[in-house]
């Protein structure tokens, strides 16, 4: 046996040997201008299912046919690629240096047009800096600190732009549309991002001014492509916060190629930060794939499917806050029955055929569906005491209570369950042809949401609920008013469509650039019979200047037909005359690239106007939006923003952002009551008022650092500043709540390089790299506010009890690559 066995090991050897000495091999090392090793360049055969891509220093081998002739291509991002004709004989091994030029006017798989992402209103994001930036939501937090994203809920992946809610904007992964859980209303129960960090290859984000390939929202388009790998790869993550394990790589003729990630996350350990004290048992699963298959040169098949599983489960205790001012300082202390249950599963699967009839030619056919099955159950019985703290200063009982002025209680119950599909078709085709690209589409999507929500709040407090009067009927007597109810049942069934065109076109003068572009969308709904056009419009100018400078325009009507949320009314019923909200949009921005300390750097800056009418006003309550389900307001957003971003430490990118915007609405029919001093009741309609999402000033810093000759110590710092959102609907400048201050940073420390060669017998050894990261989440413990649970004391008096987000917390983190 033994014998036998020996020989078929010899015959596997002299196969494989034979086999491999068919083939030939190329190896070398690919610099930038300055001869800086580059990471992740693509360096593959064309028309070949051949590749892989660069190390830390710039190193690769790759494999070829022998006796064959081929090109050799290498590319990276915002470089020119380079190509090298090759013939080489069995066993052959030929050694390259390669050093790529900067290219600034292709874009490669932008899919924004075929043009450089300077000509249009558009971002590109490096993608390692989303899995080196201290986060705590998850992978959006890149875009946090980008000039025109806000956002003041550490906890949750979402995000505002320009003035618009979480609703306003897209999401793309690989071309097909993401879709959030649609019940959360809180950051604690929102679980993880559908974006895997440790997937994605490209990220592409704009915050206005898109191009009409893009689906129907107001506010911005976040891009997503997930790598297609070239060799076998993955990592393993392990956190405070949880642990991921992501895997890739390829079948041995580079047919078959797949793209993985099962992730875990817990915020148990953050939330026990809070006020609010108790048994948190958060849980967040989820699992995705990116599977490819070449059937030919000119077809592929893929597919994108995500499996998440996430609940939330919460008995709280006890909670004690103090808050107030100099001049009135008070303490509350509320005590707890009861929990909290909530599920949210969801699962989205998406086949993706892409066929070549020509090189220029491209069409994309892409089956999709989204499913979700959502539960928020709760029943919570609290009561509270009020105290007012001593204040007087040198005072031994400074900060003590001295006075109860307020005790209530109240019970919140809700069971709400929704269920809700969404299966989509849809065609994409993209043509070049000599200066053009030319891109055009449909789509049809049937949607159908089940929704039952039995929710009510009764307060026990100072004049909230009391029993009905003695003069009622006997049958009342006893009866209490609730606070607040919130009970119904809808079904909704719907069709939608929509298809789009779209051309590029980009001229090359003696020593200046255009760009214009222009494309229309058509969409219909059948819910509300509703069909509208939206054109779009943008241009790129370079001018034959010194400074290297390009100048951009975009504009269009940008419709948002209305979703799930948007329909009902706040009494439960359906809206079905319910209309597109929409705006007319003008952006204006530049483009400056310039060095200074002998390092790149970009600045760009851009000035918006939006027009927007048939909005739909909103209340928002932690991350959840109120909609009132009715068009009758309209307002305007407007701004001024600026980036600059570069080496300013050399070899990383880092960047400084600041926005200055303003937000606001008239809604019809809004007034309020005011008294003189003579008791004479007047009527004040309110007119433009902030929305609530109106941030005057929004300012952000994300920085990277390391120790000069120790760069394996390498530092993060995240921050962010935005002013106070409005608390309630009212002309006047307050109430708001605080500003939003966070500071994250996060120090790693490599253990293990890719020239590292560990000894036989040590379990690390087959890793490429291992980091160990101290992260600390809200370095200045600050107490930002999210939301305000309001009380009366004993005189009738309203409080804004704040409700605080986490604290500071450190985290300890591994990550290995293999």
């Not at 893929?302 to 599983?309: A, I, K, P, R, T």
């Not at 590029?504 to 572009?517: N, Q, T, V, W």
């Not at 951009?552 to 005359?577: A, C, I, M, W």
Request: glycine share 6%; hydrophobic share 35%; proline share 4%.
């Amino acid at each position: 046996m033994i014998v036998k066995c020996s020989r078929l090991i010899l015959i596997f050897t002299l196969l494989s040997a034979v086999m491999y000495a068919q083939n030939a091999r190329i190896s070398g090392y690919v610099y930038d201008a300055k001869q800086k090793p580059i990471h992740f360049a693509n360096v593959s055969v064309k028309d070949k299912a051949i590749g892989t891509a660069t190390d830390k220093k710039g190193y690769f081998e790759i494999e070829i046919p022998s006796d064959t002739e081929i090109i050799l291509e290498i590319s990276y991002l915002s470089y020119q690629t380079y190509s090298q004709y090759f013939i080489l004989k069995p066993s052959q091994h030929s050694k390259i240096e390669v050093f790529l030029k900067e290219d600034y006017t292709v874009l490669p798989e932008a899919n924004i047009g075929a043009q450089s992402d300077r000509f249009v209103p558009a971002t590109r994001l490096n993608p390692e800096i989303s899995m080196n930036i201290p986060t705590v939501g998850g992978f959006e937090d890149i875009l946090k600190s980008l000039p025109a994203v806000s956002s003041n809920n550490e906890l949750s992946s979402q995000y505002n732009v320009r003035g618009g809610n979480f609703d306003e904007n897209l999401i793309f992964v690989n071309d097909v549309e993401i879709y959030r859980p649609l019940l959360v209303r809180s950051g604690q129960q929102e679980g993880l991002s559908f974006i895997n960090s440790d997937m994605v290859s490209a990220i592409i984000f704009s915050a206005g001014g898109f191009d009409a390939k893009y689906g129907d929202k107001m506010s911005s388009v976040l891009d997503i492509k997930y790598r297609k790998p070239k060799e076998f790869g993955g990592s393993a993550t392990a956190s405070l916060l949880g642990t991921n394990l992501h895997l890739e790589g390829t079948s041995k003729n580079h047919l078959f190629k797949y793209n993985t990630g099962l992730r875990y996350k817990t915020t148990k350990y953050l939330l026990s930060s809070m006020d609010m004290m108790g048994r948190y048992d958060p849980t967040y699963l989820d699992f995705q794939a990116y599977l490819t298959y070449d059937f030919s040169d000119d077809f592929e098949l893929s597919f994108l499917g995500n499996v998440s599983n996430n609940s939330y489960n919460f008995i709280p205790e006890d909670r004690e806050t103090s808050w107030g001012t100099l001049n009135e300082a008070l303490k509350i202390m509320m005590y707890f029955e009861g929990q909290e249950l909530d599920k949210f599963a969801n699962s989205t699967a998406a086949f993706t055929g892409t066929y070549k009839p020509t090189k220029d030619h491209t069409m994309k056919f892409i089956l999709s569906g989204y499913y979700t099955q959502e539960q928020e159950t709760f029943d919570i019985l609290g009561q509270y005491f009020l105290n007012e703290l001593d204040k007087q200063l040198g005072s031994d009982n400074l900060g003590d209570s001295v006075a109860n002025i307020g005790v209530g209680s109240f019970l919140n119950h809700a069971r709400n369950y929704l269920e809700g599909y969404i299966i989509s078709a849809k065609y994409i085709s993209d043509y070049e042809i000599n200066d053009h690209n030319l891109t055009w589409g449909a789509q049809y999507n049937y949607e159908t949401f089940d929704y039952s929500v039995h929710e009510w709040n009764m307060i026990d407090s100072a004049g909230y609920s009391m029993p009905y009067p003695m003069g009622d009927s006997p049958a009342n007597r006893d009866l209490v008013p609730l606070f607040f109810t919130d009970i119904s049942e809808i079904d909704i069934f719907s069709n939608r469509f929509n298809a789009f065109v779209q051309d590029y076109y980009h001229i090359k003068f003696d020593s200046s650039e255009l760009s214009l572009g222009g494309g229309i969308r058509l969409n219909y709904w059948d819910f509300n019979n509703e069909f509208l056009i939206s054109p779009r419009l943008s241009a790129g100018f370079k001018p034959n200047w010194k400074k290297d400078i390009v100048f951009r325009f975009s504009t269009g009507l940008y419709h948002q037909p209305p979703f799930f949320k948007e329909v009902r009314r706040l009494d439960g019923t359906l809206n079905r005359d319910i209309k597109a909200q929409s705006s007319y949009q003008v952006v204006l921005g530049s483009d400056y690239e310039f060095k200074a300390w002998n390092r790149p750097f970009k600045l760009v800056t851009e000035v918006y106007y939006k027009y927007m009418y048939n909005l739909i006003p909103y209340d928002v309550d932690n991350v959840r939006i109120r909609y009132y389900g009715e068009n009758i307001s309209h307002g305007y957003s407007t701004g001024i923003e600026a980036k600059v971003n570069g080496e300013f430490v050399p070899g990383t990118e880092s960047w400084i952002s600041i926005a200055l915007s303003q937000t606001m609405e008239d809604i019809d029919g809004d007034y309020y009551l005011s008294r003189d001093s003579l008791g004479i009741i007047d009527t004040v309609f309110l007119g433009m008022i902030p929305r609530p999402t109106d941030q005057r000033l929004n300012f952000g810093i994300f920085f990277q650092d390391y120790i000069p000759k120790h760069e394996t110590w390498q530092a993060f710092i995240n921050l962010l500043f935005g002013t106070g959102l409005p608390v309630e609907k009212t002309d006047k400048p307050y109430p708001r709540f605080s500003p939003y201050r966070r500071v994250d940073i996060g120090i790693s420390k490599q253990l293990k390089g890719d020239d590292k060669q560990l000894p036989e017998g040590n379990p690390f050894r087959h890793f490429k790299n291992i980091w160990l990261s101290l992260e600390v989440f809200n370095l200045l413990d600050i107490n930002n506010e999210i939301s305000y649970t309001y009380v009366k004391d004993i005189r009738g008096w309203q409080y804004g009890v704040p409700n605080y987000l986490t604290g500071r917390r450190l985290n300890l983190k591994l990550i290995m690559r293999f």
